[in-house]
């Protein structure tokens, strides 16, 4: 099930918040402004700010603030966190598997990848998936990408542009294409 809440004007302008079943991300192939291939779809007037509407639920399922346009190719394999914040422009490919931490926020047009191919050139058509966690109070900067198999450990920052290959420790600064630890914090 998704909620979008339309600020008003154009479909660009609207805030989209994606209930959850649980754990698991109910999928919608494409969210451009418009409300996709989703089930029991309402859209709502926003009259508070997003910094002033809280966490919100209905029953078990949870409610999180998310700008479109957002475009993943499953959702189901998406594990999403209390109190997540997901920019405009991101795109999750999750077949590996996504897990995002608690009070994460995702930065504008963030790739996160679960899947590669083969560097072998006689088997590159095929694919094979590892899967992406981000931990709780992490904070990924604008255009972010990580690829598969990378761990952010908990209270990380990744700074705008990076290209995450490899696992950021715990309460550190990483950056840079490929990311490194730039500080600890």
């Not at 479909?11 to 029991?40: C, E, Q, W």
């Not at 926003?46 to 479109?68: A, H, Q, S, W, Y």
């Not at 504008?108 to 590669?116: D, F, K, M």
């Not at 191919?117 to 966690?133: E, L, S």
Request: glycine residues 12%; contains cysteine; hydrophobic residues 40%.
């Amino acid at each position: 099930m998704i909620v979008g809440f339309h600020a008003g004007g154009s479909p660009s302008s609207a805030t989209v918040k994606t209930i959850f079943d649980g754990d698991r991300a109910i999928p919608a192939t494409h969210i451009n402004g418009y409300l996709m291939d989703a089930p029991d779809v309402w859209i709502e007037s926003r009259t508070k700010p997003l910094c002033d509407v809280p966490e919100m639920g209905i029953g078990n399922k949870r409610l999180f603030p998310m700008f479109p346009p957002f475009h993943t190719d499953c959702g189901k394999n998406t594990k999403i966190g209390k109190r997540v914040f997901i920019n405009a422009g991101c795109q999750f490919q999750d077949q590996g598997g996504i897990t995002i931490g608690d009070d994460v926020l995702i930065g504008p047009q963030t790739i996160i990848a679960t899947l590669n191919h083969d560097p072998d050139p006689d088997k590159r058509g095929g694919m094979f998936a590892k899967p992406v966690i981000i931990g709780n109070k992490v904070w990924l900067g604008a255009r972010v990408t990580i690829c598969p198999g990378v761990t952010i450990g908990d209270g990380a920052i990744v700074g705008a542009g990076a290209v995450v290959t490899k696992d950021a420790p715990p309460r550190t600064v990483v950056a840079g294409v490929p990311a490194k630890v730039i500080k600890r914090i």
